[in-house]
């Protein structure tokens, strides 16, 4: 019987999260990047994985769309260059170029491959060798999240903003989560949006956008009121504001109220954004959180959780 594709695609995220991949690393695309690095179709069992030396748009992409029947945009290309293979390769999953070292970064000929050890360790998948050789894989490379949350909490916590520019956040958790929100849940839900305001734990303001808070009525002595982060989805015409939650402050209802009130002469559409790391920080505040607003987990960044009433999310996304 044939394989559901899907299901394929759930056993390649569990590899990738049993190989010490961060979350951001463990979505959809991460998964058909390594079924394709690997040479599988659905119907394929892992212990048939090859290493090939593949490019990303007519090898991985094209593999993808004609074995798993996803057809992303051309410009998808520098996304699994940059927020796929890049950490394959730190985590010793994949290695670039092994066919030619000598290719510039930017050489229309680049190409990626599966190491030796990550294809030894993905052939035991569902066989009784498969936790030791995920032990001896991570006792070799190590876990790529370990090392990004050890590098990040031993000092500054390094945000690139949507303009390229890139600043330091203060350590802690809670600056963990904002730069999440800057670089994973803005590209995915709001592309290309302009960053008007980020704050810092330590220090209140760290980034502010006079101009672009004015032109959406905030005024600068109202500004100490706004939430953790807040940005314009120019092509959408929407404000989020996002509160960064570990200890305390999501959206409640005197919050969202609060918010309403400073933005009544907003004409932009709002969407209230409460931002958690993890599902166990989510359920000790969910019943704080307000209707009509949002909740995003750092674990899952893929999906959203709409508190539900007369307006939903789902169709101002579409």
Known sequence: MARRPSRKIEQAQEILKRLGLPPAQQNEISALTLLSLCGLSPNEPW?????????????????????????YAPNTRE????????????????????????????????HYALTAEALNVIQTYRTRGWKAACKTFLADKGS???RYLKKRSGGL??????????????PGKRNLVQAAVVEQFIPRFAPGSRLLYLGDAAKKTLYLDTEG????????????????????????????????????????PKRFTELQEMLSECKATKIYVSAF??????????????????????????????????????????
């Open 47 to 71: 212990r048939n994985a090859k290493s090939e030396s593949q490019t990303i748009s007519k090898g991985i992409m094209a593999f993808i769309e004609g074995h798993y029947g996803r057809k």
């Open 144 to 146: 790529l999240l370990e």
């Open 277 to 318: 790391p993890d599902f166990a920080e989510f359920r000790r505040h969910m019943k704080k959180i307000a209707w009509e607003t949002e909740v995003w987990i750092v674990e899952v960044p893929d999906h959203m959780i709409h508190y539900d009433g007369e307006k939903f999310l789902g169709a101002s996304l579409s």
């Open 157 to 170: 916590v390094p945000v690139q903003l949507p303009s390229g520019q890139t600043l330091d956040l203060s």
């Open 213 to 252: 808070l004015m032109e959406h009525g905030i005024s600068m002595n109202e500004h100490d009121k706004l939430p953790d982060i807040v940005f314009f989805d120019m092509e959408k015409n929407r404000l989020f504001l996002v509160e960064a939650v570990t200890s305390h402050g999501p959206m409640s």
């Open 79 to 110: 996304t699994v260059r940059r927020q796929v293979l890049h950490q394959f390769v730190q985590a010793g999953i994949a290695v670039y170029n092994p066919d030619d070292t000598s290719l510039p970064t930017n050489s229309p000929h680049a």
